[in-house]
């Protein structure tokens, strides 16, 4: 059975850019969220989704958003990139909605902004 | 306001016990997870807990006191491919989303 799947795995991007990041979830999995991982900060949560709507958001600002598709594949889109949005960008899939399912994490995306 | 502290990091030898802990203060409560990173790696689920009491898998278990705010995790045996970062993390509402520890940095020496 194939991971989370995330795509680009790096990406280089200047100021003021938008950027578009893909996530693939576990065959089967509904529940898809999106977290920044950064040396200072942690794992912060961005938002959920689940069957093509979004459940939870976290504490970021509305040029983060997101969306996800009929076969359950998501994407992430920050515009108006800002050198403090360089990070990895995880995304993790689950099987249900319980909230007391496991979350699968795929390999990341690394992104700098310069 | 929705709170999970963690040591930062931790050393230990191959072969000792370590135990590492996790206070939280969160809204809501569904849950308790430990996950392991490796560096440049994607973390992984090691544990939940949602009842008080100890859970136990293999070398690894975890423990939870809903009514201090307080889990652990315990490893046993330790090996060096247990140099890793170990996050908690809470379930707070409904849904998936969890709110994460800043993680503690294990290094196990020989």
């Known amino acids: 059975k194939a991971g989370v799947t995330q795509t680009p795995r790096y990406l280089i991007k200047t100021r003021g850019q938008q950027v578009t990041l893909s996530c693939s979830p576990i065959s089967g999995h509904r529940s898809v969220s999106w977290y920044q991982q950064t040396p200072g900060q942690g794992l912060q949560f961005l938002f959920e989704y689940f069957s093509e709507t979004q459940r939870n958001k976290g504490n970021f600002p509305g040029r983060f958003s997101g969306r996800q598709f009929s076969n359950s594949r998501s994407e992430m889109n920050v515009s108006t990139l800002e050198l403090g949005d360089s990070a990895l960008y995880l995304c993790?899939?689950?099987?249900?909605?319980?909230?007391?399912?496991?979350?699968?994490f795929g390999s990341g995306t690394q992104l700098s902004v310069l | 306001g929705q709170n999970i502290d963690q040591p930062t990091e931790m050393t230990a030898t191959e072969g000792a016990i370590v135990q590492i802990n996790c206070t939280y203060q969160?809204?809501?409560?569904?849950?308790l997870f430990w996950y392991q990173q490796h560096a440049g790696e994607a973390p992984t689920f090691l544990s939940y807990n949602v009842l008080d009491g100890l859970e136990e898998k293999g070398r690894f278990s975890s423990f939870l006191s809903r009514s201090k705010g307080y889990s652990y995790l315990l490893l046993k045996e330790l090996q060096m491919k247990d140099s890793a970062s170990y996050l908690c993390?809470?379930?707070?509402?409904?849904?998936?989303?969890?709110?994460f520890g800043k993680g503690t940095t294990l290094s196990v020496s020989s």
């Open positions: 969160t809204s809501g409560f569904n849950g």
């Open positions: 993790a899939s689950s099987l249900d909605e319980g909230g007391r399912e496991k979350l699968f």
């Open positions: 993390a809470v379930n707070d509402q409904a849904g998936t989303a969890l709110i």
